[in-house]
Each structure stands twice: as C-alpha cells, then as structure tokens.
C-alpha cells in the first residue's frame, strides 16, 4: 500500500492477557519505530529497527514489551500480561534512510484499552 | 526524557491571523521536524529543517531555528479552519536516528 498499515486500529483487552499490535511498512522503507502516544501526550518511543543491524530497544519500558520485524519489512509489538497502564495509541513509523534526511511516515495508530 | 519543549501549549485564533509556535530544546542536534496530528489519526510530516539552516518555506508555513537559543518556531500565516489540529516538533540528534517528540500544541481556528 502507499502508507504506513497498523493493525487492529483498537483494541480492548483484559488485564493479564497478551496482545499483538502489527505494523506494515511502506514498501522500501529499511527504518520502523514503534512509539505510543497517552492521552494528551507527546511521543514515547519505544524500539527503532534499521535495516539489519540490532534493533534500539533503549525505550521499552518493561520486559513485558517486546517487538520484531521479520524479513526487513511487517513488524509485531507484543505486550504480555497487559496492564492498564499500558492503554494508550501505539504508532508505527517508517522512513526511506534516516530520519536525519527524511521525515518520518506515521500509521493511524492503535488505540489499545486495557479494562 | 523530553528533548522538546513546545509552547505555547494550546493557541486559539481567528481564521485568516497567523499562528506562531515555539520550540526548544536541551542538547545540539541534526535537524529539527514539525508535524501535525489531526485528532485520533497519526502524524503528518510538515518540514524539516537543518542544524545550519536558519529560516525554511513550504507553502504557509515558515520554520526558522536559532541554534544558539536551542529554539524552533513555526508559523502558520492565513490559517484555516482546516489548520486545527496539535502540532508537534522533533528533534533528531543523529546518533541513531530516532526522533524525540515534544508534547505537542493544540491549535484551534476559529471560522
């Protein structure tokens, strides 16, 4: 497709399950991040990928989240035992290079509620 | 931790006046972005501009940054109703690439 894919676009989940939230770059694109976004807040970011080098997971805030991106393209960030602070929009981005020369593409987001 | 800080934080204005937004930031970078988020959607990329640029154009929107001041401004001239939405800037330190977003300035235009 011409943009960036996310899915589901929402969420709801019960406290202690996991979820999967999936991103689908656009096509070319070798950079993706994951960040989430709370209520009424900038960005957090979570995890960078770039090409083949060792994702940045400097920002994942627990060994509860993890992320992979498989074949240099489609990515999954997997939250295990869900809490509710963990409810907030998820959004994945890609970018042609860096974003030292490029902007960044933004999915829709997902919004996960965590009851 | 927060590498940009946008102020005001929300802005009203009449339709056709020019809206002015700032931003700062605490450590040198590369290049600094604007990007606007229209409710419950992801963001949009406006402008980039780099560390030794000073002043940039795209369409209505004007981006100048002071390096000396760590400081970012955008303005918006004849804005529109369609203009409302937050706005949000970010700053790419190079490193490892990964921008770092500020919190974002709600800007509404009355028609």
């Known amino acids: 497709g011409a943009g960036v894919s996310q899915s589901p676009s929402n969420k709801v989940t019960e406290k202690g399950k996991d979820v999967e939230l999936r991103c689908d770059p656009i096509?070319?694109?070798?950079?993706l991040y994951w960040y989430r976004q709370s209520l009424g807040q900038g960005l957090e970011f979570l995890i960078y990928?770039?090409?083949?080098?060792?994702?940045?997971k400097s920002g994942l805030p627990s060994d509860r989240f993890s992320a992979e991106r498989t074949g240099g393209s489609v990515s999954t960030l997997t939250i295990q035992r869900t809490q509710q602070e963990d409810s907030a929009v998820y959004l994945c981005?890609?970018?042609?290079?860096?974003?030292?020369?490029?902007?960044?593409?933004f999915g829709s987001g997902t919004r996960l509620t965590v009851v | 931790s927060q590498q940009g800080e946008e102020d005001p934080q929300a802005l009203s204005i009449q339709e056709g006046e020019n809206a002015t937004m700032n931003c700062s930031y605490k450590t040198s970078i590369n290049n600094l972005q604007w990007y606007r988020q229209n409710s419950g959607r992801g963001l949009v990329h406006l402008i980039l501009?780099?560390?030794?640029?000073r002043e940039k154009h795209s369409g209505r929107l004007r981006v100048t940054l002071d390096t000396s001041k760590k400081s970012s401004s955008l303005l918006i001239t004849a804005s529109r109703a369609a203009d409302t939405a937050s706005y949000f800037c970010?700053?790419?330190?190079?490193?490892?690439?990964?921008?770092?977003f500020g919190k974002g300035i709600t800007l509404s235009v009355r028609p």
């Open positions: 990928f770039q090409g083949n080098s060792a994702p940045d």
């Open positions: 501009i780099r560390s030794n640029e």
């Open positions: 981005a890609s970018s042609f290079g860096t974003a030292f020369t490029y902007g960044y593409t």
């Open positions: 970010a700053t790419d330190r190079g490193a490892n690439s990964k921008l770092t």
């Open positions: 096509s070319g694109h070798t950079a």
